[in-house]
């Protein structure tokens, strides 16, 4: 198994590359917002098959609403962003062209407040908005596009045997400046990330925290370094950086307001739960809610994360005991029912489920989260036509979530609807990143006679947007 997903990683690395080549053949001298919105919209469209994505409509909303935040107080920018969560232990963190930017689980799992994983985005979002990695393209006129993505999908197998002769090979030549930024790119976005953590009255100590954990990785690890220390150097010189703008700060005397790390923490151990040694993990939590010195937080929300690790057990009364639990010490959070109610669905209490996620979708009314399970849960009661519903308002707010497009799909197959179904089916394979099937789906779509005009035109307006990217005429 461990071998298989390695060779679908390294055959999704070579359709990236390839994708990244095709239609752009200038030089990286050329390399302007205009083919750098191209590139990332290829990468966009393939990346789901080459990483793993932990892409829960929770966890997605989550992470990208903390991305709204820093790009509000960030000012105008030249991309649309998307913030992914990679399932992969390696402790890494990357951007990549136009706005792409990826955590990787590992990563995730060091950081212990929401202003560290803040700090780490708003620098990530500061190497875009200053385009260094374009501009070290254009100093270096050395490399190519496709040699460029082949070095960015490299990153996605983290620290396995053949990350460091691919990444090595795609940047031959001298290209591996490209990706490792100088000290003035890293002194730039530190700057820029504190900054706009101060404009969002974030405490910007979460920078420093992250970056001691930085060092200490750095120390320890230094025969195996991960490539997020790789690719953003001198973690020694750039806490004492931050720390020389903390110790003006703290003259100041300035004052931040406090963050409720209940969304944090809850995002944290669902990532984790879903990406960790259980034992390992159900040891660290066991650990949390025993010892004398956790806070009532941090044993509550240790509760939750091992309620999660039993639903993914199929221990489903424990994992509502606990669950029920911390709901009851936290009734002023909806998304926990939502929490309860997957698991009731998972243990065949469809029902149970159904009444659940009603009631917390008539309080709020726009909760993608609900709305999906729901749908899944009303499915399931043979509801079709209710389960519908909800999933074209789940495909309205999150368009590129592409199990609500499998969902879909099978909903209209079981009408009889072929044409219908291969449309959605279509934006399934799209979105996973699975472009063969995707335009066999969408040509399928085309011509059937029975498929709606709306579904038919924008199924054809995707086949042209395949045909686009490929560069194909």
């Known amino acids: 198994m461990y071998m298989k997903t390695r060779y679908k990683k390294l055959t999704s690395i070579f359709l990236i ?26 990468l966009l469209y393939t990346v789901r098959s080459a990483y793993e994505l932990i892409d829960d409509p929770d966890v997605s909303q989550y992470i990208n609403s903390l991305g709204r935040d820093v790009l509000q107080v960030a000012g105008i920018q030249y991309f649309d962003y998307h913030f992914f969560i990679i399932n992969e232990s390696e402790f890494n963190a990357f951007a990549a062209p136009s706005g792409l930017i990826f955590f990787n689980s590992g990563l995730i799992g060091t950081m ?33 596009i496709a040699s460029l993505g082949m070095a960015l999908a490299a990153l996605a197998l983290g620290s396995g045997a053949a990350a460091p002769t691919l990444f090595v090979g795609s940047l031959a030549a001298g ?12 002194e730039e976005a530190d700057l ?33 370094m991960p490539q997020y220390l790789l690719t953003h150097p001198d973690s020694e ?19 931040y307001s406090s963050v409720n790390e209940f969304a944090f923490l809850r995002f944290k151990y669902r990532v984790m739960s879903l990406v960790k040694d259980q034992s390992t993990l159900r040891t660290y939590l066991a650990n949390m ?57 998972a243990a065949g209490r469809d029902a149970e489920a159904t009444k659940t996620l009603q009631g ?24 079709q036509g209710e389960a519908e519903a909800y999933l ?36 399934y394979y799209l979105y996973e990143g699975k472009i063969p099937l995707a335009r066999q789906n969408f040509l399928i779509a085309v011509r059937n006679t029975s498929t709606p005009d709306i579904l038919r035109k924008e199924s054809q307006a995707l086949l042209d947007t395949i045909k686009r990217l490929e560069g194909a005429d």
């Open 192 to 224: 820029l990330a504190y900054g706009w953590m101060k404009k969002m009255g974030r405490n910007p100590e979460g920078e420093e925290r992250m970056l001691q954990t930085m060092r200490r990785i750095a120390r320890y690890r230094s025969e195996k």
């Open 360 to 383: 917390v979708l008539q309080k709020d009314k726009e909760n993608v989260y609900a709305m999906f399970y729901l749908a899944k849960s009303l499915i399931q009661q043979g509801k």
């Open 237 to 255: 010189a750039r806490l004492d950086y931050v720390q020389s703008l903390l110790e003006n700060e703290n003259k100041e005397a300035k004052k």
């Open 392 to 427: 074209k308002e789940v495909a309205l707010e999150m368009p590129e979530y592409s199990k609500v497009y499998f969902e879909l799909g099978q909903l209209a197959a079981n009408q009889g609807k072929a044409g219908a179904s291969s449309s959605y089916l279509g934006k």
């Open 112 to 144: 212990n407040s929401e202003n560290e994983l803040v700090s780490v985005m708003a620098h990530e979002i500061g190497h875009i908005a200053k385009r260094h990695l374009a501009s070290r393209m254009e100093k270096g006129k050395i490399v190519s």
């Open 175 to 186: 290209q591996s400046a490209v990706l490792q930024f100088s000290r003035q790119d890293e």
């Open 17 to 42: 590359a390839a994708l990244c080549h095709l239609g752009v053949g200038q030089s990286a001298a050329a390399f302007t917002i205009g083919e750098e919105r191209e590139l990332g919209e290829k």
């Open 289 to 345: 809610m025993s010892n004398a010195q956790s806070t009532p937080l941090a044993v509550n929300m240790a509760k939750y994360g091992m309620s999660q690790l039993d639903r993914l057990e199929n221990n489903f009364d424990s994992s509502l005991k606990l669950l029920n639990e911390v709901i009851a010490a936290y009734p002023q959070y909806p998304i926990l029912l939502v929490d309860r109610a997957v698991i009731q669905l």
